[in-house]
């Protein structure tokens, strides 16, 4: 009996161990806010004024909505295995999930009860093996490199508000966005190396093709992928970030191809009273006969500073241009992944405050504006977009 007893405490032991090496996490941010907004586009003297309101956004405010899932197993020798599962939720004024955003458009735009359906926004999802000496290796869909680059040095936390280089396409129209980057990439291969001396770096490649061996003169269809970034922390309250991505787009055997190659810089120092961000990026978009469409240079300064033990606000300026090859009178202004894209002055500022009511909740109020204004042939056109953000944000 005493035998009996004695294997039973051993194996409700080894139980307790072995679970004790493997953990598994729940977690998100639910951020929701009231806003408001107006994109003009002007296009040869013609102006179109689109004026938006929304008491439920839930992808403009401090940051975008999303629960996730990850987990980690102790191999030993120090190694482990990981994963990761992370949805967003697109506006929870309308339901926690979806793909349309409630003002977008006159249809959606409404105080109903129906619901949208689930999980539409997809975010990422890898799984990962990681040696303390070695390093770690992810695959799946990820953030890229230069993202990771533009969203660590962004003075707002990289919100989706009007006014900065991150700020893009969300609940409220932005006809002005010069975001430059892809935020993920679908079947990543991405290796980061360890930590040494305050460098680290990630390499990453994603691709995928389809070889149609028929005697028609079906074309191969293919997308790749590749990036990379350099991370230093050996400085004393001072991170340092180098980025390079390539992405093929609309990649068909043809001569339409066009590859986006886009590179930057970033940078911020904490001098304890503030925290200075900056961040420089070069993009440009060519066929794959070597001519180019278009080219961007964009900036942005910014800093960070408490008001109080709860209090912070943050400010930036954007600024920049781009030119297109070929560009003529009525060219888009938009930084265009499949045609021409006119020439322009890049300019804008966002400015924000956070109160901090716990480590886990804050109330924010964010506002910014950013425009597009047309040079040279492509003056008598400009995209102007003037947004604000009033919200609460929840992480678990």
Same mark, same amino acid.
């Given at each position: ?29 639910? =951020? ?64 926690? *999930? ?24 997809? &975010? ?57 980057? =892809?935020?993920?990439?679908? &079947? ?68 339409? =191809? ?80 499949? *045609?021409?894209?006119?020439?322009? =002055? ?6 924000? *405050? ?24 492509? *003056? ?17």
């Amino acid at each position: 009996m005493k035998k009996s007893l004695l294997a039973v405490a051993a194996m409700t032991a080894f139980a307790g161990a072995a679970q004790a090496q493997s953990s598994v996490t729940i977690y998100g941010v639910i =951020d929701t806010a009231i806003g408001e907004g107006t994109d003009k586009v002007t296009t040869n003297n013609s102006t179109t004024t689109v004026k938006q309101r929304t008491t439920g956004a839930g992808k403009d405010g401090l940051a975008s909505s999303r629960l996730g899932i990850r987990g980690t197993e102790d191999l030993g020798g120090g190694s482990s295995a990981s994963f990761v599962w992370e949805q967003g939720l697109v506006s929870i004024g309308i339901g926690g *999930a979806g793909g349309t955003q409630a003002s977008r458009t006159a249809a959606d735009a409404d105080v109903g009860t129906q619901t949208t359906g689930a999980f539409l926004d997809a &975010r990422q999802v890898y799984a990962g093996v990681a040696n303390k000496g070695f390093g770690e290796l992810r695959l799946g869909r990820q953030a890229t490199g230069i993202h990771n680059l533009i969203s660590g040095n962004s003075a707002g936390y990289a919100n989706n508000v009007a006014g900065a280089l991150y700020s893009a396409q969300g609940s409220v129209a932005n006809s002005s966005s010069s975001r430059p980057h =892809d935020v993920y990439v679908n &079947r990543m291969v991405n290796y980061i190396t360890p930590t040494i001396n305050g460098l680290q770096a990630e390499v990453q490649v994603a691709s995928q093709s389809a070889n149609s061996e028929t005697t028609a003169s079906t074309p191969n269809t293919s997308t790749n992928y590749y990036g990379a970034r350099v991370g230093f922390k050996g400085v004393q309250n001072l991170n340092v970030d180098l980025a390079y991505s390539a992405v093929g787009l609309n990649q068909a055997a043809a001569s339409g =191809d066009i590859t986006k190659i886009v590179m930057g810089v970033g940078a911020n120092y904490n001098f304890g009273i503030a925290q200075a961000f900056g961040l420089y990026t070069k993009a440009n978009q060519k066929l794959a006969s070597g001519v180019e469409l278009n080219s961007q240079t964009a900036w942005e300064l910014g800093v960070r500073a408490p008001v109080s033990k709860t209090i912070e606000m943050f400010g930036s300026f954007l600024g920049g241009s781009s030119a297109g090859t070929g560009s003529v009178v009525g060219t888009t202004l938009a930084f265009s992944s499949t *045609a021409v894209s006119g020439n322009v =002055d890049i300019s804008g500022f966002q400015l924000g *405050a956070k109160y901090n009511m716990s480590k886990r909740t804050s109330l924010y109020a964010v506002g910014g504006t950013q425009a597009r204004k047309g040079t040279g042939v492509n *003056a008598v056109s400009k995209n102007e977009t003037t947004q604000v953000a009033l919200g609460l944000n929840h992480t678990f």
